[in-house]
C-alpha cells in the first residue's frame, strides 16, 4: 500500500472478523513493520529499490515477526500508554504469548501479501532471489492496483472511522488502539 498508515484497517478488519482471541496491538503494529524497511532499503540500494527483506515471505515470518513482538512489546504499549490513562490495562495485555505471536505473524505476512496486488516490486522469494513476483499485481498494471487498493482502504477507513465515532466518543481511542 502507498501508504503505511492504511495497513491499520487490514489489521482491524481481522481483528474483527477473527474467531480468535487474536492481540489487536500486535496485529497493529506488524501490519505496519514490514514497510519499516522502505527508508533503509531505499538509501542503500541509492534509490533502485524499496523493499527486501521483510518484504519477503521468509524475512517478515522471521525477522518481520521478531521486530513486530519487539515493538509489540517493548514500545506500543509505552506509545499508548501516553495517549490512554488506562495504561495498567493495556500493559497487562503486551505480554509476549501465543495470541501475540500468532498475531503478529498474521499481521506481517498479511502486510506482504496485500502489497503483492500492487506494487511493482515484490521479492517474495528473496534471499533465494531478488527478482519480482508480479503475478498479482491487479489487471496487471500496479498504478491502476495501487489507485485502487488505496482508494478502497481510504473509503474502508472511512467507514470504519464512521463505525467507531457512532459507538461513542467514551473508549473510541482504547477501541481503536488496543481493541
Known amino acids: 500500500m502507498p501508504i503505511t498508515p492504511l495497513h491499520y484497517f487490514s489489521a482491524y478488519i481481522i481483528h474483527r472478523i477473527s474467531k480468535f482471541n487474536l492481540n489487536f496491538s500486535a496485529l497493529i503494529v506488524s501490519s505496519m513493520v514490514p514497510d519499516l524497511e522502505v527508508p533503509i532499503i531505499f538509501l542503500i540500494s541509492k534509490g533502485e529499490i524499496d523493499r527486501l527483506v521483510l518484504h519477503s515471505i521468509l524475512g517478515s515470518a522471521t525477522l518481520g515477526l ?5 515493538i509489540s ?7 499508548v500508554g501516553f495517549i490512554l490513562p488506562d495504561y495498567k490495562k493495556l500493559n497487562s495485555k503486551s505480554v ?5 505471536i500468532i498475531s503478529s505473524l498474521i499481521g506481517v505476512l498479511g502486510h506482504v501479501l496485500l502489497d503483492t496486488l500492487h506494487h511493482e516490486y515484490n521479492p517474495l522469494i528473496y534471499p533465494f532471489s531478488t527478482e519480482s513476483i508480479d503475478d498479482f499485481v491487479l489487471f496487471g498494471d500496479y498504478l491502476l492496483a495501487s489507485k485502487l487498493i488505496s482508494s478502497i482502504f481510504i473509503i474502508l477507513g472511512f467507514v470504519i472511522l464512521i463505525r467507531e465515532i457512532r ?7 482504547k477501541r481503536i488502539l488496543v481493541g
Open 96 to 100: 509476549i504469548s501465543k495470541s501475540l
Open 66 to 70: 521478531l521486530i513486530s513482538i519487539f
Open 73 to 79: 512489546f517493548s514500545f506500543y504499549p509505552r506509545i
Open 167 to 173: 459507538l461513542g466518543r467514551n473508549g473510541f481511542l
